[in-house]
Protein backbone atom coordinates (compact mmCIF):
# COMPACT_ATOMS: atom_id res chain seq x y z
CA UNK A 1 0.00 0.00 0.00
CA UNK A 2 1.26 2.94 -1.15
CA UNK A 3 0.33 6.77 -0.73
CA UNK A 4 -2.55 8.73 0.81
CA UNK A 5 -4.11 5.53 2.12
CA UNK A 6 -1.00 4.36 4.59
CA UNK A 7 -0.27 8.25 5.33
CA UNK A 8 -3.60 8.10 6.68
CA UNK A 9 -3.59 4.96 8.44
CA UNK A 10 -0.31 5.40 9.75
CA UNK A 11 -1.35 8.78 11.49
CA UNK A 12 -4.05 7.17 13.10
CA UNK A 13 -1.95 4.87 14.36
CA UNK A 14 0.33 7.11 15.73
CA UNK A 15 -2.70 8.80 17.24
CA UNK A 16 -3.97 5.56 18.61
CA UNK A 17 -0.24 4.66 20.22
CA UNK A 18 -0.11 8.01 21.45
CA UNK A 19 -3.14 7.68 23.23
CA UNK A 20 -3.19 4.06 24.65
CA UNK A 21 0.24 2.86 24.53
CA UNK A 22 1.80 6.26 26.86
CA UNK A 23 -1.08 5.17 29.56
CA UNK A 24 -0.44 2.51 31.67
CA UNK A 25 -1.61 -0.63 31.67
CA UNK A 26 -0.68 -1.97 28.07
CA UNK A 27 1.09 -4.73 27.57
CA UNK A 28 3.58 -5.62 24.41
CA UNK A 29 1.05 -8.21 23.82
CA UNK A 30 -1.22 -5.35 23.14
CA UNK A 31 1.18 -3.94 20.65
CA UNK A 32 1.39 -7.62 18.97
CA UNK A 33 -2.50 -6.99 18.53
CA UNK A 34 -1.86 -3.72 16.77
CA UNK A 35 0.34 -5.07 14.44
CA UNK A 36 -1.56 -7.63 13.66
CA UNK A 37 -4.75 -5.71 12.93
CA UNK A 38 -2.27 -3.51 10.89
CA UNK A 39 -1.18 -6.61 8.96
CA UNK A 40 -4.76 -7.88 8.46
CA UNK A 41 -6.08 -4.32 6.79
CA UNK A 42 -2.91 -4.31 4.37
CA UNK A 43 -4.48 -7.54 3.28
CA UNK A 44 -7.89 -6.37 2.91
CA UNK A 45 -6.66 -3.30 1.23
CA UNK A 46 -5.32 -5.54 -1.49
CA UNK A 47 -8.35 -6.99 -2.35
CA UNK A 48 -10.94 -6.09 -5.31
CA UNK A 49 -12.91 -4.21 -2.93
CA UNK A 50 -9.73 -2.84 -1.40
CA UNK A 51 -8.48 -1.40 -4.74
CA UNK A 52 -12.08 1.09 -4.52
CA UNK A 53 -11.57 1.56 -0.93
CA UNK A 54 -8.08 2.62 -1.67
CA UNK A 55 -9.54 5.05 -4.29
CA UNK A 56 -11.76 6.84 -1.86
CA UNK A 57 -9.51 7.04 1.09
CA UNK A 58 -6.80 8.67 -2.08
CA UNK A 59 -9.61 11.28 -2.58
CA UNK A 60 -10.29 11.94 1.03
CA UNK A 61 -6.59 12.99 1.70
CA UNK A 62 -7.14 15.28 -1.28
CA UNK A 63 -10.16 16.57 0.12
CA UNK A 64 -8.17 17.00 3.15
CA UNK A 65 -5.63 19.01 1.72
CA UNK A 66 -7.93 20.78 0.27
CA UNK A 67 -10.51 21.88 3.21
CA UNK A 68 -8.40 21.62 5.98
CA UNK A 69 -7.89 25.13 6.52
CA UNK A 70 -10.27 27.62 8.08
CA UNK A 71 -12.62 29.01 5.39
CA UNK A 72 -11.17 26.72 2.80
CA UNK A 73 -14.67 27.63 0.67
CA UNK A 74 -13.63 31.39 0.68
CA UNK A 75 -17.06 31.62 2.62
CA UNK A 76 -16.48 30.70 6.18
CA UNK A 77 -16.49 26.73 5.68
CA UNK A 78 -14.75 25.15 8.79
CA UNK A 79 -11.49 22.97 8.47
CA UNK A 80 -11.56 19.26 7.73
CA UNK A 81 -10.14 17.91 10.41
CA UNK A 82 -8.53 14.55 11.41
CA UNK A 83 -11.42 12.95 13.65
CA UNK A 84 -13.73 13.70 10.60
CA UNK A 85 -11.05 11.88 8.03
CA UNK A 86 -11.21 8.73 10.43
CA UNK A 87 -14.97 8.74 10.93
CA UNK A 88 -15.24 8.96 6.99
CA UNK A 89 -12.88 5.94 6.58
CA UNK A 90 -14.63 4.07 9.10
CA UNK A 91 -17.59 4.37 6.75
CA UNK A 92 -16.15 3.23 3.63
CA UNK A 93 -14.40 0.67 5.12
CA UNK A 94 -18.36 -0.38 5.98
CA UNK A 95 -19.94 0.02 2.02
CA UNK A 96 -20.34 -3.04 0.41
CA UNK A 97 -17.87 -1.36 -2.56
CA UNK A 98 -17.94 -4.64 -4.63
CA UNK A 99 -21.21 -4.38 -5.88
CA UNK A 100 -22.16 -0.47 -5.09
CA UNK A 101 -21.37 2.09 -7.51
CA UNK A 102 -18.76 4.52 -5.90
CA UNK A 103 -19.57 7.84 -4.83
CA UNK A 104 -18.63 11.28 -5.10
CA UNK A 105 -17.09 12.71 -2.26
CA UNK A 106 -17.65 16.51 -0.81
CA UNK A 107 -17.11 18.62 1.92
CA UNK A 108 -20.27 20.23 3.69
CA UNK A 109 -19.79 23.77 5.76
CA UNK A 110 -18.85 22.50 8.84
CA UNK A 111 -16.01 20.16 7.77
CA UNK A 112 -17.81 16.94 7.70
CA UNK A 113 -17.22 14.69 4.64
CA UNK A 114 -19.71 13.82 2.33
CA UNK A 115 -20.45 11.10 -0.16
CA UNK A 116 -23.08 11.56 -2.90
CA UNK A 117 -24.50 8.79 -5.17
CA UNK A 118 -26.87 9.97 -8.25
CA UNK A 119 -27.74 7.70 -11.25
CA UNK A 120 -29.10 8.74 -14.90
CA UNK A 121 -32.60 9.48 -13.84
CA UNK A 122 -30.94 12.07 -11.24
CA UNK A 123 -31.84 9.85 -8.11
CA UNK A 124 -29.51 10.65 -5.75
CA UNK A 125 -28.42 9.68 -2.28
CA UNK A 126 -26.34 11.98 0.21
CA UNK A 127 -25.04 10.40 3.37
CA UNK A 128 -23.37 13.48 5.86
CA UNK A 129 -20.91 11.74 8.24
CA UNK A 130 -20.68 13.93 11.47
CA UNK A 131 -19.04 11.80 14.09
CA UNK A 132 -20.78 8.61 15.15
CA UNK A 133 -23.70 10.03 13.35
CA UNK A 134 -25.31 9.80 10.04
CA UNK A 135 -27.18 12.21 8.36
CA UNK A 136 -28.82 10.99 5.23
CA UNK A 137 -30.94 12.57 2.12
CA UNK A 138 -32.55 10.20 -0.99
CA UNK A 139 -34.14 12.40 -3.56
CA UNK A 140 -36.00 10.51 -6.39
CA UNK A 141 -37.23 12.35 -9.97
CA UNK A 142 -40.48 11.74 -9.30
CA UNK A 143 -40.51 13.40 -5.96
CA UNK A 144 -40.23 10.94 -3.51
CA UNK A 145 -37.37 11.18 -0.81
CA UNK A 146 -36.45 9.66 2.39
CA UNK A 147 -33.93 11.04 4.94
CA UNK A 148 -32.68 10.65 8.33
CA UNK A 149 -30.34 10.73 11.19
CA UNK A 150 -28.63 7.41 12.10
CA UNK A 151 -26.30 6.38 14.62
CA UNK A 152 -23.15 4.63 13.35
CA UNK A 153 -20.63 2.84 15.26
CA UNK A 154 -19.92 -0.40 13.78
CA UNK A 155 -22.24 -0.88 10.85
CA UNK A 156 -24.33 1.15 8.18
CA UNK A 157 -28.13 1.13 8.76
CA UNK A 158 -29.91 -1.47 6.43
CA UNK A 159 -31.99 1.49 5.13
CA UNK A 160 -29.36 3.56 4.19
CA UNK A 161 -27.60 0.77 2.29
CA UNK A 162 -30.69 -0.18 0.59
CA UNK A 163 -31.12 3.50 -0.65
CA UNK A 164 -27.59 3.53 -1.88
CA UNK A 165 -27.85 0.15 -4.15
CA UNK A 166 -30.98 2.16 -5.58
CA UNK A 167 -29.40 4.29 -7.16
CA UNK A 168 -26.72 2.00 -8.83
CA UNK A 169 -29.18 -0.18 -9.67
CA UNK A 170 -31.72 2.75 -10.83
CA UNK A 171 -34.72 1.57 -8.90
CA UNK A 172 -36.72 3.35 -6.66
CA UNK A 173 -37.73 2.62 -3.05
CA UNK A 174 -40.91 3.49 -1.67
CA UNK A 175 -39.61 6.28 1.55
Not at 101 to 109: E, F, I, K, N
Amino acid sequence: MTGCATNLYDEHVALTQQSYYNSAGVSKASEHVEENLREVTLHQVSSASGDRLMQLQGELYELWEEAGAPNWDNDGGAPVTLPAVLDAMHFMRELPLTYITMPTLGVDRKGCITLDWENAHHDSVTVIVRGKRLIFAALYGDGDEAHGISGFVNRIPELIIRHIESIGKNERLSP
